[in-house]
Structures are given as structure tokens and as C-alpha cells.
């Protein structure tokens, strides 16, 4: 099975930035996408960035477009989420997540899951 292993995140202040890193383990499959989906409370958990191993492909919500950046490292095996002028509303547990297809990531059925991590933008 596919491991993620998440760092990053904590606290930062309104136009503040933060820099979250997953890196997995065990694909058995060549390509797929590896994003980061984000669940505050009291709210549905949200796809918000998805990068193809393929061919570095991304996609982004259009509420983090622009603010937050997605890179692939490490052999395809890294993914980053730089996330720059974060504001309030994006509190959340944020979760890594890897599947074998771009779509099915994007579409929000990824095959594995991250453990979560928190991020917490004070006013």
C-alpha cells in the first residue's frame, strides 16, 4: 500500500505563509497524481490542488489559485503546497492524497489518505 508521510503546517498570521510536504511511499504504480485536500469544521472535506506525476499537470480551487503553489519532487515521490497570503478561512486539517489516476484525485476519490495536519491563520 501507499504511505503518506505529512509535514508542515501550524499557525501563521493573515498574509502569512506556510509550506506543507508529503512524501509517499510504495506506489507500485508509474504515474498518478499526488494533492492536498482541507477539512474546517463543520464543513465537507475539499479538493484544493492536484499535480500529475506524469506530466506535472495541476489543477487548483479557484479559492487558493494564485496563493498557493503545488510542486512534485523527489523522484515524483514529494509533494509540496507552498501557500502564501492565507487568510482566516483557510483554518483547516489539511490532507495529503494520492491516487492512480490525475481525475479520480481531482475528482475527490483518491485512492490513499494522510494522516492530516492542521492549519491554523489568525486574524
Known amino acids: 500500500d501507499v504511505q503518506l508521510v505529512e509535514s508542515g503546517g501550524g499557525l501563521a498570521q493573515a498574509g502569512g505563509s506556510l509550506r506543507l510536504s508529503c512524501t509517499a511511499s510504495?506506489?507500485?504504480?508509474?504515474?498518478?497524481?499526488l494533492g492536498w485536500f482541507r477539512q474546517a469544521p463543520g464543513k465537507p472535506r475539499e479538493g484544493i490542488s492536484c499535480?500529475?506525476?506524469?506530466?506535472?499537470?495541476?489543477y487548483y480551487k479557484d479559492s487558493v489559485e494564485g496563493r498557493f503553489t503545488i510542486s512534485i519532487t523527489n523522484n515524483k515521490n514529494t509533494v509540496t503546497l507552498q501557500m502564501n497570503d492565507l487568510k482566516p478561512e483557510d483554518t483547516a486539517v489539511y490532507y495529503c492524497?494520492?491516487?492512480?489516476?490525475?481525475?479520480?484525485?481531482?475528482?475527490?476519490?483518491?485512492?490513499?489518505w494522510g494522516q492530516g495536519t492542521q492549519v491554523t491563520v489568525s486574524s
Open positions: 492524497a494520492a491516487g492512480t489516476g490525475f481525475g479520480t484525485v481531482v475528482g475527490g476519490s483518491p485512492d490513499y
Open positions: 510504495g506506489f507500485t504504480f508509474g504515474s498518478g497524481a
Open positions: 499535480i500529475s506525476r506524469s506530466d506535472g499537470s495541476t
